[in-house]
Nanobody, 127 residues
Framework: QVQVKESGGGSVQAGGSLRLACTGSGFDFGDYTMGWFRQAPGKEREDVACIRFKGAYKTYRDSVLGRFTISRDDAQNAVYLQMDRLKPEDTAMYYC????????????????????WGQGTQVSVSS
């Protein structure tokens, strides 16, 4: 049974930091591209960052580039999102997802390409 689970969300003031974690089970985690996505109230879900299997390629949304860092630890079946210099506009439900296919050389971060999703973790940034 494939499971993806996020943790680490919370409330923080603008300029602060949070580290989100995502663990996967029921699939060969190290063979899959993983991604972080977010959805703010009243808005569509959008991509944040993605990391290819083996961590060889990473992509970031322009608005988080230089502030967020995606990484993975395949020994722990985990992917992380370090979020620094947070802004109120970063407030959203953050979702972790696994790409639909293993060992695929994927260079994008389109949510429609991801097949396994977690339930999300809330991040709230106050001004």
């Amino acid at each position: 049974q494939v499971q993806v689970k996020e943790s680490g969300g919370g409330s923080v003031q603008a300029g602060g930091s949070l580290r989100l974690a995502c663990t996967g089970s029921g699939f060969d985690f190290g063979d899959y591209t993983m991604g972080w996505f977010r959805q703010a109230p009243g808005k569509e879900r959008e991509d944040v960052a993605c990391i290819r299997f083996k961590g060889a390629y990473k992509t970031y949304r322009d608005s988080v580039l230089g502030r967020f860092t995606i990484s993975r630890d395949d020994a722990q079946n985990a992917v992380y999102l370090q979020m620094d210099r947070l802004k109120p506009e970063d407030t959203a439900m953050y979702y972790c997802a696994a790409f639909a296919r293993p060992l695929y050389y994927y260079n994008r971060c389109r949510q429609d390409d991801f097949g396994y999703w977690g339930q999300g973790t809330q991040v709230s940034v106050s001004s």
